[in-house]
């Protein structure tokens, strides 16, 4: 059968590995590199084919000319093969960019005079197309279809080279071996005559795009084997694309952390898997993404089909799951993000996705409401893409809350609070904004920003700060903050800068941050001691804190949150919990601060139990810092 025939086999093995792994990761590629990289796959494989079929007839008749159309057809998809090379380098090079029609038409010249002087040949000399001999090398139609051809590959590697910059090494090494192949090929072909190598090369060309640039299976997770979240993207853009209508169904499993703790890794493992595999089989299909750790979505296409998905899957979990040994009840809640017709991106759809997943309630909650949802999410959106502005701008607003002595009856320090206007939405209440802050990474910036502000404040009004008696500023630190490297060295910096002591300062932090990150913010706050600030926990009360790892902090100020307040000024057991809370840490040599005292009632209550500072509307409401000194009279 000869050597022609052992590359085409060759060639026919490779591709019909590629394919099995097309055939699984297809789907979820809708990028035009994928679509080129199938294109070129499956002319390679047509003219694989058309070689063994020739090969095939040569070895069962002996007679090669009857197989001439065959080779001429096999050489014409070459050189088309060779062309969509070149197209898929432009593209990674390029992008879309690089698709003005005058371009490709030029870019398109060798490919025609190619396939014009394959077919040319045809007529003029078909012996060239069954030739065993190197002679048709001389024939001039016969090297204007291999130069032709051989203009692709050798611009993919200029290109290749030229575009260094922007393509990743994995791209640059892959189109240049995938040049290379197709070159190494024609050199061959050109050389020998009678064998027919390019199909080879080019059979190595895509294998090398394929395995290097765009392997379609870089997409699945190996835990559950649905695609992941950037497949989701591709995915939700391309249906966007084609403006089909859909809904996504998003099911997460809640509280992972404490199924890791409580049953161990690997059952929560399973959990996961058991989540993704019924989202499958109720689903009814394999295109599900894990978008987040424990969070799976899917599209729907219909409004019945989405009710009865969600309702499936949340009456499945809602009974116990047997995961190997253990049977265990998985709290997973179930919803959908229907009315996307509002969304012009696929990064919407995503974050709107997260959104809902942020808003799941332990057990299942079906969102009735959806405009509403949606309404409220683009206020979400709103929200951050101003306060990105506003950080840049200094548009945060500095406000002040004094807090007041009790035993001395005037006002001593004052909490600092940011406040943000937006100009439609209004106001935005701080626990949305000082979220939204950490979420998008601005928490740092804005925090130096008001940082820079107080220091200055406190730097230019020393004097009048002192004749009204107050000596000491609290600042909120958020745990984002506290984790920042070199956070503390900032920070006194600043206050050294405007020639403010560091003992000016209280910075509070909440108990849940305290908690939470008890190693890592212990750095910091050690930093912060040693110059002489001292630390304050902030609503203490609100959390489900261990105390025993509240003491070991080195805190010297605690604020009763208003919660606790609000409780005991209502309920006996609660105000008996509030004093022992009052007695044990001034045991502890702790100062304490009553928040959220809005009563005279509730200003007797905590006066009588001998707390040191009260703060709350009773007393002053927060006010731009400009105006603090204006409200507080000097002492005599
Ligand atoms: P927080 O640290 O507990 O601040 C006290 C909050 O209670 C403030 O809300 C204040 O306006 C409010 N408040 C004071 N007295 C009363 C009262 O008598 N009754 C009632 N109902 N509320 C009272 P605000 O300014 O909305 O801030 C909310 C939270 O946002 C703050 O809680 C704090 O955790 C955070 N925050 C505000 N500004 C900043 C900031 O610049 N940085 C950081 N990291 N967090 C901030
Ligand atoms: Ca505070
Ligand atoms: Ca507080």
Redesign the pocket.
């Known amino acids: 059968m000869g050597p022609n025939f052992d590359l085409h086999i060759a060639s026919a093995a490779i591709l019909a590995v590629l394919f099995l792994f097309a055939v699984f990761g297809y789907r979820l590629r809708h990028s035009k590199r994928f679509g080129i990289t199938i294109a070129l796959f499956s002319l390679v494989s047509a003219a694989v084919i058309l070689g063994i079929i020739r090969a095939s007839v040569v070895a069962a008749t002996g007679l090669d000319q009857q197989t001439v159309p065959l080779r001429m057809a096999a050489v014409v998809i070459q050189c088309v093969a060779s062309f969509l090379l070149f197209i898929y380098t432009l593209l990674l090079c390029r992008g879309d960019q690089a698709f003005r029609l005058e371009r490709v038409l030029i870019g398109c010249i060798p490919l025609v005079v190619s396939v014009g002087a394959s077919i040319a040949l045809f007529f003029v000399d078909p012996s060239v197309y069954s030739s065993r001999s190197q002679t048709c090398c001389d024939k001039p139609l016969y090297l204007t279809v291999h130069l032709c051809m051989a203009f692709y590959p050798v611009v993919c590697v200029a290109f290749a080279v030229l575009y260094r910059k922007a393509l990743d090494r994995l791209a640059i090494v892959a189109v240049s071996f995938a040049s290379a192949a197709v070159l190494v090929g024609i050199a061959v072909e050109l050389a020998l005559g009678g064998l027919h190598p390019i199909t080879f090369g080019m059979t190595i060309a895509v294998l090398a795009l394929f395995v290097m640039v765009d392997n379609p299976l870089e997409n699945v997770d190996s835990l559950t084997f649905a695609y992941d979240a950037a497949a989701f993207k591709h995915y939700v853009s391309d249906l966007m694309e084609r403006r089909r209508r859909f809904s996504v169904v998003i099911v997460t499993l809640q509280h992972l952390a404490m199924l890791n703790a409580l049953v161990g890794a690997a059952v929560a493992d399973r959990a996961i898997r058991q989540v993704a595999q019924q989202s499958m089989r109720i689903g009814r299909t394999r295109r599900v993404y894990r978008v987040r750790d424990s969070t799976f979505a899917f599209t729907v296409f219909s409004r019945r089909e989405c009710q009865r998905v969600v309702n499936e899957l949340s009456e499945y979990f809602s009974h116990p799951q047997t995961l190997g040994f253990s049977s265990v009840d998985l709290d997973v809640a179930v919803t959908f993000a229907a009315d996307l017709d509002a969304f012009n991106s696929a990064e919407q759809v995503v974050q709107y996705a997260d959104f809902l997943t942020d808003r799941l309630q332990p057990g299942v909650t079906i969102p009735s409401d959806q405009h509403a949802l949606v309404q409220e999410f683009s206020r979400w959106r709103e929200i951050r893409r101003y306060l990105v502005h506003a950080v840049e701008n200094n548009l945060v607003s500095t406000?002040v809350?004094p807090l007041f002595m009790l035993s001395r009856n005037r006002f001593s320090s004052f909490?600092?609070?940011?406040?943000l206007v937006h100009p439609a939405l209004g106001r935005i209440?701080?626990?949305e904004f000082?979220e939204a802050a950490e979420s998008e990474g601005l928490?740092a910036a804005?925090?130096r920003s008001?940082l820079e502000s107080v220091c200055r404040f406190a730097s230019e009004h020393a004097r009048e700060l002192r004749q009204r008696g107050i000596d000491s500023v609290k600042v909120?630190?958020?745990p984002i903050?506290l984790m920042e490297v070199g956070f503390a060295d900032n920070a006194l910096a600043t206050m050294r800068a405007w020639g403010v002591e560091p003992s000016l300062f209280q910075f509070?932090i909440?108990e849940t941050t305290a908690t939470r990150y008890g190693e890592e913010v212990s750095n910091t706050i050690q930093v912060l001691r040693d110059a002489g600030a001292r630390i304050c926990m902030?609503?203490f009360g609100s959390g489900f804190a261990n105390l025993d790892s509240l003491l070991t902090l080195p805190f010297t100020v605690v604020?009763l949150?208003?919660t606790l307040l609000d409780n005991a000024t209502e309920d006996h057991a609660a105000e008996v919990l509030y004093c022992s809370v009052v007695q044990m840490m001034k045991a502890q040599g702790v100062e304490t601060v009553a928040?959220?005292?809005?009563t005279a009632e509730q200003d007797e209550f905590v006066r009588k139990l001998g707390i040191d500072e009260a703060?709350?509307?009773?007393y002053a409401?927060?006010m731009p810092i400009e105006e603090l000194l204006g409200t507080i009279q000097p002492i005599e």
């Open positions: 406000y809350q909490e600092v609070l940011s406040r209440p701080a626990d000082i928490i804005l925090g008001q909120n630190l958020s903050e509070e909440t902030d609503d604020k949150d208003k928040e959220g005292v809005e703060q709350g509307y009773f409401r927060p």
